[in-house]
């Protein structure tokens, strides 16, 4: 993509041009990544200490293909929840919490995130302006019925012995409403993403390797919109080149000192 616009500018020259760019817009469409949730204590896929980094293995447990065939993988997964890996116990950080204020600025457009850890809506986030592109892991589905339920009910039969349980309607295998490799994507879901990435006077990339399609996507067509971007993340991406503005800082850090919010001291 050819030499960043923004890599001969010293750090904090991308704040102050961050921090103009979110004075001045009135319509901000942010993208959120496994980045932001770090600093709750939940590791990312890609990044230095991500889980797949670590644990290539740990990738079966995302393919649909191996969890419908296979009961060893299921079990393992219904018990990395009950285990608490599955970061049932996370609470949201101040990165999370600068999105809250900028909702309450009224220049939150909408929130597009790829995370699964329900973090932003237990931040205080609306619901209504949440895209959850890949689902997730607060409720449970069923893979043949659709029937949604909490999390924290099926889990109640794991801990209860079930180690695989079925849905209680039909049967049918249950697993997280999140969307794992093999599964479909909600088309509604990807075109609310795109439109917000069209019509927004400001696109915000936070914590993500933009290497996942088609919600990367949205950073080249709010480019092509005539919109600014600013990435926010600690490793480079494919798109750097084409941001007015890039932070390679911690994100609970640099997100409220973006928005102009100082989170609270404790
Ligand atoms: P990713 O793992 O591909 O990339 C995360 C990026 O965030 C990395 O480039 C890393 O350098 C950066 N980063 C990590 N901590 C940071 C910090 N504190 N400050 C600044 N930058 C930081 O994540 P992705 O692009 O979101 O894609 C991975 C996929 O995995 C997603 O589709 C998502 O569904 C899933 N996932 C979700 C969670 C979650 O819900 N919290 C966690 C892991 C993976």
Redesign the pocket.
């Known amino acids: 993509m050819g030499e960043s616009r923004a890599t001969h500018l010293a750090e904090p020259s991308h704040l102050a041009i961050a921090q103009s760019l979110v004075a001045g817009a009135e319509r901000i469409a942010v993208l ?8 709750s204590g ?7 200490d ?2 797949w980094t670590k644990d290539p293995e740990a990738e079966k447990l995302s393919t649909i293909s191996y969890y419908v065939s296979d009961p060893q993988v299921r079990k393992r997964s219904w018990k990395r929840y009950t285990e608490g890996l599955i ?1 049932s116990n996370k609470s949201p950080n101040d990165g999370h919490k600068a999105l809250v204020e900028l909702e309450r600025q009224g220049k939150l457009h909408t929130l597009i995130t ?4 329900g ?1 932003h809506e237990e931040a205080g986030t609306s619901p209504e302006l949440l895209v959850e592109i ?1 689902g997730t ?1 607060k409720r449970t589905r069923c893979l043949s019925c659709g029937q949604e339920l909490p999390m924290s009910h099926t889990l109640e039969r794991v801990r209860q012995g079930e180690e695989d349980p079925a849905c209680l309607s039909c049967g049918g295998i249950l697993k997280s409403a ?1 969307v794992s490799f093999g599964q479909n994507l909600v088309p509604q879901d990807i075109m609310r993403s795109e439109q917000a990435a069209m019509n927004c006077d400001l696109f915000l990339a936070v ?6 399609y088609p919600v990367a996507q949205c950073v080249p067509l709010a480019h092509t919109a005539g919109t600014e971007i600013i990435i ?4 480079p ?1 494919p798109f750097d080149s084409i941001a007015a503005a890039l932070l ?5 850090d ?1 997100l409220p000192k973006v928005v102009g919010w100082q989170p609270p001291q404790l």
Request: proline fraction near 5%.
């Open positions: 959120t990544g496994a980045g932001i949730s770090t600093d939940i590791p990312d896929f890609r990044g230095p991500g889980v970061w790829q995370n699964i850890d973090l890949h892991t999140t914590g993500t390797s933009l290497q996942v926010i993340n600690a490793e991406t390679r800082g911690s994100i609970s640099v």
